[in-house]
């Protein structure tokens, strides 16, 4: 056993503990999906679980390192054990045998951390995705980058005792990297945020402020500018959604403003504008952004306004409106509101195996709200962010939902995820997005 304690380490939050090694047995078709690269250990999976000598298993905490064995007891895998979640364990290394220490968790974020590197420019796109969970072998735990902040966010309290390693790794990785104050070459803040569930009464752990701390460097004053695509942004990466922007549709917002030149465009489920205001880059002629969150319009204003300096921008007619987007759709389509191009890009909405089929109604009633607005030979974009649905079944829900309202989709093409958001397992392949010519059924 020992103690990790940093000098990096978040105060207030728990992160002053014992780390146990823990061995953990499980069935053998769990050790066939972990051999297969699976990150992910339920409960019902795990057969024995052998604490330390004199310890009570009962007594074993977040972050312990479960180390799993096959029926040989030979080594198979090492993860981060975590009592409170029906993910039991989240795999970090699978093969021989590794210590999990601060060098472990140094190489994993130089390594993720290089690749953005990389690939981006900052005189172009300095808001991007630095650790991406699970596939980037670090399960449960994201970093964002904006300019010079970063964020972390955690889906799993076995991540607090080790976040003092991940904060020295990350100021490690990017020291070189992130211009920031006059005469600095590192980050200004690492602000913490938290999944819904780690902030839920019973949790079992002490977050010391909560969602949305500063745990290294100067608290944010307001939201945090950064660039993407060459255009600014703000993120709230704070109060804000996920991490305070969405950073995974970087590209696909690349391809709205190729397409935008000349065009009317109505955003829908808009958030802070990502959309909306490259539409206008490109050339729009009018962009109107629908979204049920007053706060969000208003942040899509301020995004906006961040873009006048491109002429495209200043020549663009914007305007909103709040509410529901299944509502504000058939307002638009009652008052024979017509345009060349439409933007979905919903929520989640199949948080688990129960709602897929309702998500993949919605998906199709949407496109077929949205074909409704679109001008002959004009565009629908669709995406989904959820995991459950397919790329298959979603270019077959917005087929179907654009036939029942009365048109055909041709030129259907397909697109994921962008370079920071890699998919390492069945899982990772959240994020999903067609775009479509919509002609009317004679």
Same mark, same amino acid.
């Given at each position: 056993?020992?103690?990790?304690?940093?000098?990096?380490?978040?105060?207030?939050a728990?992160?002053?503990?014992?780390?146990?090694?823990?061995?953990?047995?499980?069935?053998?078709?769990? =050790?066939? +999906?972990?051999?297969?690269?699976?990150?992910?250990?339920?409960?019902?999976?795990?057969?024995?679980?052998k604490?330390?000598?004199?310890?009570?298993?009962? &007594?074993?905490?977040?972050?312990?390192?479960?180390?799993?064995?096959?029926?040989?007891?030979?080594?198979?895998? /090492?993860?981060?054990?975590?009592?409170?979640?029906?993910?039991?364990?989240?795999?970090?290394?699978? @093969?021989?045998?590794?210590?999990?220490?601060?060098?472990?968790?140094?190489?994993? *974020?130089a390594?993720a951390a290089?690749?953005?590197?990389?690939?981006?420019?900052?005189?172009?796109?300095?808001?991007?995705r630095?650790?991406? %969970?699970?596939?980037?072998?670090?399960?449960?735990?994201?970093?964002?980058?904006?300019?010079?902040?970063?964020?972390?966010?955690?889906?799993?309290a076995?991540w607090?005792?080790?976040?003092?390693?991940?904060?020295?790794?990350?100021?490690?990785?990017?020291?070189?990297?992130v211009?920031?104050?006059?005469?600095?070459?590192?980050?200004?803040?690492?602000?913490?945020?938290?999944?819904?569930?780690?902030?839920?009464?019973?949790?079992?752990?002490?977050?010391?402020?909560?969602?949305?701390?500063?745990?290294?460097?100067?608290?944010?004053s307001?939201?945090?500018?950064?660039?993407?695509?060459?255009?600014?942004? &703000?993120?709230d990466?704070? $109060?804000? $959604?996920?991490?305070?922007?969405? =950073?995974?549709? !970087?590209?696909?917002?690349?391809?709205?403003r190729?397409?935008?030149?000349g065009?009317?465009?109505?955003?829908?489920f808009?958030?802070?504008?990502?959309?909306?205001?490259?539409?206008?880059?490109?050339?729009?002629?009018? /962009?109107?952004?629908?979204?049920?969150?007053?706060?969000?319009? &208003?942040?899509?204003? !301020?995004?906006?306004?961040?873009? !006048?300096?491109?002429?495209?921008?200043?020549?663009c007619?914007?305007?909103s409106?709040?509410?529901?987007?299944?509502?504000?759709?058939d307002?638009?389509? @009652?008052?024979?509101?017509? /345009?060349?191009? *439409?933007? *979905?890009?919903?929520?989640?909405?199949?948080?688990?195996?129960?709602?897929?089929?309702?998500?993949? !109604?919605?998906?199709?009633?949407?496109?077929?709200?949205?074909?409704?607005?679109?001008?002959?030979?004009?565009?629908?974009?669709?995406?989904?962010?959820?995991?459950?649905?397919?790329?298959? +079944?979603? +270019?077959?829900?917005?087929?179907? %939902?654009a $036939?029942?309202?009365?048109?055909?989709?041709v030129?259907?093409r &397909?697109?994921?995820q962008?370079?920071d958001?890699?998919?390492?397992?069945?899982?990772? %392949?959240?994020?999903?997005?067609?775009?479509?010519?919509?002609?009317?059924?004679?």
């Amino acid at each position: 056993m020992s103690t990790v304690e940093s000098s990096d380490s978040p105060e207030g939050a728990n992160v002053s503990q014992e780390i146990r090694r823990i061995a953990v047995s499980v069935t053998k078709d769990s =050790l066939r +999906q972990i051999r297969g690269g699976h990150p992910w250990v339920y409960d019902g999976s795990i057969t024995r679980i052998k604490p330390p000598s004199g310890i009570d298993p009962a &007594e074993l905490r977040a972050g312990d390192i479960a180390v799993i064995f096959d029926d040989k007891r030979r080594f198979a895998a /090492v993860g981060l054990y975590d009592p409170d979640s029906p993910i039991r364990v989240r795999i970090l290394h699978v @093969g021989t045998p590794r210590n999990v220490d601060d060098e472990f968790f140094a190489e994993r *974020v130089a390594t993720a951390a290089a690749v953005r590197l990389d690939h981006f420019d900052d005189s172009d796109t300095n808001g991007f995705r630095l650790v991406h %969970g699970e596939n980037d072998g670090l399960p449960g735990l994201i970093v964002d980058r904006y300019a010079d902040t970063a964020v972390i966010k955690l889906y799993s309290a076995a991540w607090f005792p080790h976040l003092g390693s991940v904060m020295a790794s990350l100021r490690r990785a990017l020291a070189t990297a992130v211009p920031s104050a006059p005469g600095s070459k590192d980050l200004r803040a690492i602000v913490l945020r938290l999944s819904r569930s780690l902030g839920e009464p019973g949790a079992g752990v002490d977050t010391g402020d909560g969602d949305g701390a500063t745990i290294w460097g100067e608290a944010p004053s307001g939201p945090v500018a950064f660039k993407e695509n060459g255009l600014r942004f &703000e993120a709230d990466v704070v $109060h804000g $959604h996920k991490t305070g922007f969405f =950073l995974d549709q !970087r590209d696909n917002r690349r391809l709205i403003r190729s397409l935008a030149n000349g065009k009317d465009v109505i955003d829908v489920f808009s958030f802070s504008g990502g959309f909306s205001v490259s539409a206008a880059a490109g050339g729009a002629r009018s /962009v109107h952004s629908v979204d049920i969150s007053p706060w969000a319009l &208003e942040a899509a204003a !301020r995004n906006v306004e961040l873009n !006048r300096r491109i002429g495209n921008v200043r020549r663009c007619r914007f305007s909103s409106t709040v509410g529901d987007a299944r509502r504000v759709l058939d307002d638009l389509a @009652g008052h024979r509101r017509s /345009v060349d191009l *439409v933007v *979905v890009d919903p929520p989640s909405f199949a948080s688990n195996a129960r709602q897929v089929s309702s998500a993949i !109604r919605a998906y199709s009633d949407l496109a077929g709200q949205a074909c409704a607005l679109v001008r002959p030979g004009g565009t629908l974009f669709q995406a989904s962010c959820s995991a459950r649905i397919d790329r298959i +079944q979603l +270019q077959q829900a917005v087929i179907e %939902g654009a $036939h029942r309202a009365g048109y055909s989709l041709v030129d259907v093409r &397909e697109y994921g995820q962008p370079i920071d958001h890699p998919i390492g397992f069945a899982q990772g %392949g959240y994020l999903k997005a067609i775009t479509a010519t919509v002609l009317r059924n004679r």
